[in-house]
């Protein structure tokens, strides 16, 4: 045990010399890195935030029932009565409107008083407008809204939820840019490190092989390259996480005016302290294992 600790902290030790030994390039590798960490971070901020609002949010609060030609106003009436029994709780108000009113309604639209008076009657049915709660979530008013269609007394529903599907649709491309992300990010890490370790490498080449001769095992002469790898993904993660908080305070504010448009309240955050952890190991994982591939590659004799 003690010469395990003893070998591990003589490989951090020689880590910790090699960055210093050259801080600029040690910098701006690790500012690299980070940079490019943080866009897949920020990335699953705005996922994780904005895939709720998608079941919570009142896509539309209104439902327009249409009734058939054949069903009559008191029939109307009583099919709005069964509606407000039924969906008691989602339901805020209804209100019935004759054909005589949606047509005397339209009428008095320019646009459309042309046009009506070319027809020998009136062509408009019935029909029931839904106000709901806002308490309705866009699933529930989604579910409402079928099943009162499956009524044999109605003709028509309408119920606009399109720009919920396209916010789905939107969310769902960002989680496979994620994904795309994720392997960029491992790519740009791996290569980063795998640069920096072969030029170390290629410095301390010679004595490497005298290690090498008078009986260095491999593990003693790549752990410190590999030390040197996951101190600098370790570093890179913790500025990545600094860098994506900047950039979710800036990001806030336009996510708050379009959120108040909705009466809502979001905020962008970091991602679960839980998940940082793991993205962090993982980085300084792949940077570890770059590191020993370099230094392989890079002193085979």
């Known amino acids: 045990m003690k010469s395990w600790i003893r070998h591990y902290g003589y490989a951090l030790n020689t880590a910790f010399r090699r960055l210093a030994q050259m801080p600029a390039s040690s910098i701006l590798n690790i500012i690299v890195i980070a940079f490019v960490l943080s866009i897949p971070i920020v990335l699953s901020s705005i996922v994780t935030t904005l895939e709720p609002a998608t079941k919570r949010v009142s896509v539309n609060p209104v439902i327009t029932v ?92 309408q119920f606009d939820s399109d720009w919920i599907k396209k916010l789905q649709s939107l969310l769902n491309f960002l989680r496979a840019l994620l994904g795309i992300l ?16 072969r030029m170390q490498a290629l410095v301390q080449r010679d004595e490497i092989a005298v290690a090498r001769l008078v009986g260095a095992t491999e593990s003693f002469v790549r752990r410190p390259f590999r030390m ?34 909705y009466g809502l309240a979001y905020s962008l955050e970091l991602p679960s302290v839980f998940y940082l952890v793991i993205s962090i190991l993982v980085v300084m994982f792949v940077a570890s294992l770059s590191a020993d591939w370099s230094v392989t590659r890079t002193t085979k004799f």
């Open 66 to 157: 249409f009734m058939k030609d054949s069903i009559s106003l008191e029939d109307t009436k009583a099919f709005d009565q069964k509606l407000k029994n039924q969906y008691a709780d989602s339901i805020a108000s209804t209100e019935v409107v004759s054909k005589e009113e949606a047509y005397s309604s339209l009428r008095q639209e320019p646009e459309w008083a042309d046009s009506l008076k070319t027809l020998d009657q009136n062509p408009l049915p019935h029909s029931i407008i839904v106000t709901l709660k806002d308490s309705v979530s866009s699933e529930q008013a989604k579910s409402i809204a079928e099943d009162v269609n499956r009524e044999d007394a109605v003709d028509l529903l």
């Open 228 to 261: 040197f790898g996951a101190i600098t993904g370790f570093f890179a993660s913790l500025l990545a996480i600094v860098f994506a908080k900047i950039a979710l305070v800036s990001l806030n504010g336009a996510l708050g005016e379009f959120a108040s448009t």
């Open 182 to 197: 994720a392997l960029g990010v491992i790519i740009v890490v791996v290569s980063t490190v795998f640069n920096t370790i």
